[in-house]
Nanobody, 115 residues
Framework: QVQLVESGGGLVQAGGSLRLSCAAS????????MGWYRQAPGKQREMVAA???????NYADSVKGRFTISRDNAKNTVYLQMNSLKPEDTAVYYC?????????WGQGTQVTVSS
């Protein structure tokens, strides 16, 4: 099993920045993909960004140019640098880890952007 622990959420004004971190522990396999999803009140969970172990990234259109995902494989940690935040970015952000048919989720961290 894999455990994920997120940190870095909080309250920020529109236009500000936050950096989220997610540390994975347990049975880490190579070839995994780690990513960030978010869920706003009353909405479905949506993919924000994902990154392979080799560094290939994928972003939701709504965050392209503002958010950057990165990872440190030695630390089994993935990061999400969020710049130019907007009120519509307000959500609970979840880290996930996927390898083959195994999927793990973190507990989530709240990001609130005030206007």
């Amino acid at each position: 099993q894999v455990q994920l622990v997120e940190s870095g959420g909080g309250l920020v004004q529109a236009g500000g920045s936050l950096r989220l971190s997610c540390a994975a522990s347990g049975s880490i396999f190579s070839g995994n993909v780690m990513g960030w999803y978010r869920q706003a009140p009353g909405k479905q969970r949506e993919m924000v960004a994902a990154i392979t172990r080799g560094g290939t990234t994928n972003y939701a259109d709504s965050v392209k140019g503002r958010f950057t995902i990165s990872r440190d494989n030695a630390k089994n940690t993935v990061y999400l640098q969020m710049n130019s935040l907007k009120p519509e970015d307000t959500a609970v952000y979840y880290c996930n880890y996927k390898v083959r048919d195994y999927l793990a989720w973190g507990q989530g961290t709240q990001v609130t952007v005030s206007s």
